[in-house]
């Protein structure tokens, strides 16, 4: 009950605001849902008018757009000014789960999905996303004017987790604190199973958790600093530079030397980095939803059969949950006017999944580099040079190449050097761009752009991808295609989190689901024909559809080559897929690899290109909620730990590499 | 006025043909429903942009197809605007056409194609003409004094 008085409170709150944002200027009552502000978004003008009116005739205050990039803008310039989103799945400029995902990460709203597309693989393709609610054209008058629950619900849900955020981010600092430390302590000693859950408390982790308990119930309750993408990436390249383990927020704020911030910022947002980089690491423990994800999807199966692989590496070597390497995938690939789907994705996820966890533990390199050979030879022969190159990525990154899975397996090379790795995970990283782009990215921006948003950690690995450039990445990869094998990791470490199909569901809740899949779905979205990085290629400033990979980049381990994920993922070829989920392994292993080094570097660079927020948003569901950049900043986290999770030598991914 | 009964009992009777030769199906009851006295001629403004459009996808349409190697993830998107487009207002046999467009866009089948653009085409203007005639019915009926039976 009380939940639902807070919420009714904050509807009320909301209610009284209806007219104050309004263009009519008509002041709209109190009576929820009458007033409800709806933004509609449709190419089409003939539905968008009869959506207006249907609209307009519930009640609502509507708001068209013919324009998803306008409807983006509008709502960044107005925010709050708007209850619920309405969009269409199909639009020229942008995808409509792009946006949903976009919109999921920066502002929380609710965005319920449209389309005369009806078939259940479109549909998953939405809730993936997040998208609160599906509808199949043609809408009917009923049918909108029950879309005031899903703003109430969202409300409701979102109340429900402030009042349990403090305790439970107390509670789930020290937990990630120990999972963080175990995560290090584990690959820095070698540990055989990256799964293997250790008890042990690094000091700086002590300090540090204990600074940030301390400073997280004050932060959450001060004003809101907008993280932005410059912002974060001086964050992301002080928490590398001090080295993620003894990160704490004193000396990152004296690193950052940001006028006006406090410590009490940076500790809450560095939190939210360790969250985020612990789902990342993570995902791999999760397993057994890969099931249910992958269940739904077979139906148009057209996954690239990179993309299982992707995950099988993924699952394999960054213990990332199937489900999440599932979601990642399936987001990734699903794009395409749901050809990509998931569901091809998922069957091999599952079996990734298995795969991965029984490989690493058992051997660590080997296990791991042994999968992967055997993906490969599953693989389309695209994979062997995946394969190659995922061998030089570090070994735990191997597993994201998503293109080829056979690529992180062969990491024989991988041998597990934190340097080595790193540079690997570049090669891999270039290599596997160059493969996408042989095979058939065109376009893939200049990937440094898009991956580099991976805080900290993953940085590294965009920079190997051609888009690097920025030369942090040792192997400095930079060649053409930076296509965040990260990208594919963002997208894996919001699912594996949720380790459901909701990608973005992080296992604290944290992440939220439009995050992550929204994520994802850039990945995806980028299909060549879509992608906006596509276009862009050259540009980091790639579409707002883009800008969402580069979130994903980002997110640790996701990769600058988002981009370039998505593009491969246009093209439908296997080889796209490949390439991002392996990308984004290599990255991601690059990052723990090289912690902070590069991460932060080619962070920095990316990030300023990337639309920070979003990813931020994107990764962390709750935490979006409170801040936009603190979505990002957990996936950051989320990469990190992968990173430290396979240390170059005593990771099992590494190992893998080697193999 | 007898003019007034007269044409629109024609107007219900050609609606009524419409409907059971499936060129139009609920969705344009739906239309006709929302139209009131704030959007006297909304039925007409919202089939005016589909016609509109409509024109627009298939002059696409055919320029995709005429291309040497066929795009046909944009034919695609075109043919599925088209049937959303379609749906919203009820335009039942066009919106069939595409379905069966879609499937022969999947396969990559130029023909298949091909003659689904020419069948689209030919039901969306069957479909064009049949709604113009209904709306000059009910102008007449207007102007006649008389009002509109609708939703039927």
Partial sequence: MAAMQRV??????????????????????????????????????????LLEKMLRR??????????????????????????????????????????????GLEMDLPVIMMSADGRTSAVMRGIIHGACDYLIKPIREEELKNIWQHVIRKKWHDSKEQEHSGSFEDNDWHKQGNDDAEIASSVHEGAEGVLKDQKKRSIAKEEDDAELENDDPSASKKPRVVWSVELHQQFVSAVNHLGIDKAVPKR??????????????????????????????????????????????????KLNPLGRYDIQVLAASSQIPPQTLAALHAELFGHPAGSMVTTVDQPALLQASMQGPKCIPVEPGMAFGQRLVKCQTNMSKRFPQNVVSAEEVAPGFVAWPSNSVGTVGPGSNLGGMSSQNSNMLMDLLQQQSQQQQSQQ??????????????????????????????????ASVNQNYSRSPMIDYSLLSPQSNNSSLNIGQVSNGDLKTTGVSGYSGLGSISPLSSCSVNPDNSSQQVQSSTMTIRAARQLPGLGPD?????VSYGAKSSEVLDQGPLRNLGFVGKCTSIPGRLAVDEFESTMSNLEHEKFYMEMNGNKVKQEPYVEFTDNTRVGIPILSQLPPTSSDLMSVFTE | MDSVVQLQRQLVDYTVQLFNEGFLDDQFNQLQQLQDESNPDFVVEVVTLFFEDSERLLDELAKALEQQSVDYTKIDAHVHQLKGSSSSIGAQRVQKVCIGFRNFCEERNIEGCQKCLHQVKREYSLVKTKLETLFKLERKVLAAGGSIPWPM
């Fill in chain 1, 58 to 103: 519930c009640l609502y205050h509507v708001t068209t757009c013919s324009q998803a990039t306008a409807a983006l803008k509008l709502l960044r310039e107005r925010k709050g000014c708007f209850d619920v989103v309405l969009s269409d799945v199909h639009m020229p400029d942008m995808d409509g789960f792009k946006l949903l995902e976009l919109l």
């Fill in chain 1, 252 to 301: 990152i704020l004296e690193l950052m030397n940001v006028p006006g911030l406090t410590r009490e910022n940076v500790a809450s947002h560095l939190q939210k980095f360790r969250l985020y980089l612990k789902r990342l690491s993570g995902v791999a423990q999760q397993g057994g939803i890969s099931n249910t994800f992958c269940g739904p999807l077979d139906s148009n199966v």
């Fill in chain 1, 8 to 49: 009714a409170s904050s509807l009320g709150t909301s209610a009284s605001t209806y007219g104050s944002c309004k263009g009519t200027g008509v002041k709209v009552s109190d009576q929820f849902p009458a007033g409800l502000r709806v933004l509609v978004v449709d190419d089409d003008i003939t539905c968008l008018r």
């Fill in chain 1, 562 to 566: 988002i981009s370039n994920f998505q």
């Fill in chain 1, 441 to 474: 990215l065109s376009s893939l921006p200049e990937p440094s752009r898009v991956i580099n948003v991976q805080p900290s950690c993953l940085v590294v690995p965009s920079q190997t991808s051609a888009t690097f450039q920025a030369g942090n990445s040792p």
